[in-house]
């Protein structure tokens, strides 16, 4: 389950429960979002990155659409 997504700059950073982030993470890189350059989970974080400022407002609407 996703927490929150937020964003800051070209970075986008999905926060969820303890346990859940690469699920997430594969659930997102299996969108194949062309805007998003590189994706990295930990336990209960996922740091996107996007090639630019405006593609990171974009894709997290996205996400906000398919993940919450």
Do not use: H
């Not at 929150?4 to 982030?21: D, E, F, L």
């Not at 979002?33 to 400022?53: K, Q, R």
């Amino acid at each position: 389950a996703v927490l929150s997504i937020r964003s800051a700059q070209n970075i986008i950073v999905v926060k969820t429960i303890i346990g859940s982030a690469n699920s997430a993470a594969a659930f997102i890189d299996n969108l194949n979002i062309t805007e998003i350059i590189g994706t990295l989970a930990g336990d209960d974080t996922i740091l996107l990155v996007v090639v630019d400022e405006y593609s990171a407002e974009m894709v997290k609407r996205k996400l906000n659409a398919y993940l919450q």
